[in-house]
């Protein structure tokens, strides 16, 4: 007798956490006393796998306690928690699992095997019209998310465009400044040229006749007071010129 009522509580138990799970919203009580029959208790530790992506999958998972992580290799795709479910879709196909499950915490999960599944499915049309309803459900979402990626898709390569385009321009000016950095180049050699010609080809012949100027200058006694004239006006204008070439340079 007391074996009898600590099942009757073990069943009920399960039924509630049935009832939260969305697949068996419609489902009525009998039919879920009957899955929950069904329904085996399996403990996880933390860091162990629940499943691996790849394996065949044949059975649903419900979280009684603890947390798990859906994940692909290191990438974590969400993290679930007690009353939650995963692998729901392995009810009705044997397709090799998508993504790994691993134990956050030490877990208690129950696990729904897809032949169990099926014995409670036959003939019951409202465990199958609650499939139905979860399966398009999931159908909208991907729709939903299929939307979001195409909007972000045209953004991100409206952007690769604009960027494509910044980059074209910055070439451009790249180019730009090459060219002006030659004809830069070009007058500074020019320049270079010029500052020879006037240092080599001007001042040292002016410094000559300067020197020249001014031994006339010491030898003044022996000119005559025009020569005298024609020597002061001489050197007057090759201190100009001296002066005007020293403010080129500087220059």
Same mark, same amino acid.
């Given at each position: 007798m007391m074996d009898s009522q600590a099942d009757d509580v073990l069943i009920s138990d399960r039924v509630s956490i049935l009832r939260e799970v969305e697949i068996f919203s419609e489902t009525s009580d009998n039919v879920l006393m009957e899955i929950a029959s069904f329904l085996k208790e399996v403990k996880v530790k933390q860091g162990q796998n629940v499943f691996k992506k790849g394996e065949e999958g044949d059975a649903m998972f419900i979280i009684k306690s603890g947390a798990v992580r859906v994940h692909d290799g290191n990438h974590v795709l969400s993290r679930l928690?007690?009353?939650? &479910?995963?692998?729901?879709? %392995? *009810?009705?196909?044997?397709?090799?699992?998508? %993504?790994? &499950?691993? %134990? =956050?915490e030490s877990t208690i999960l129950f696990k729904l095997e897809q032949n169990d599944f099926y014995k409670v499915m036959m003939n019951k049309a409202e465990v199958t019209k609650g499939v139905l309803r979860k399966v398009l459900k999931r159908i909208r979402e991907m729709n939903e998310l299929e939307g979001k990626l195409a909007k972000s898709y045209l953004s $991100?390569?409206?952007?690769?465009?604009? @960027? =494509?385009?910044? !980059?074209? !321009? $910055?070439?451009?000016?790249?180019?730009?400044?090459? %060219?002006?950095?030659?004809? *830069?180049?070009?007058? !500074?050699? =020019?320049?270079?040229?010029? $500052?020879? @010609?006037v240092s080599h080809g001007l001042r040292n012949p002016l410094t000559s006749s300067l020197c020249v100027i001014d031994l006339l200058e010491h030898e003044s006694e022996n000119l005559t007071e025009d020569q005298r004239e024609y020597t002061r006006l001489v050197h007057s204008s090759l201190r100009r010129m001296n002066s005007l070439i020293n403010q080129t340079l500087d220059i």
């Open positions: 928690k007690s009353g939650q &479910v995963f692998g729901e879709f %392995a *009810l009705f196909d044997n397709e090799s699992r998508s %993504a790994s &499950v691993t %134990a =956050e $991100i390569q409206k952007q690769k465009n604009e @960027i =494509e385009e910044q !980059n074209a !321009n $910055i070439l451009e000016q790249k180019k730009e400044l090459e %060219a002006t950095n030659q004809q *830069l180049l070009k007058l !500074n050699e =020019e320049k270079n040229q010029l $500052i020879s @010609i």
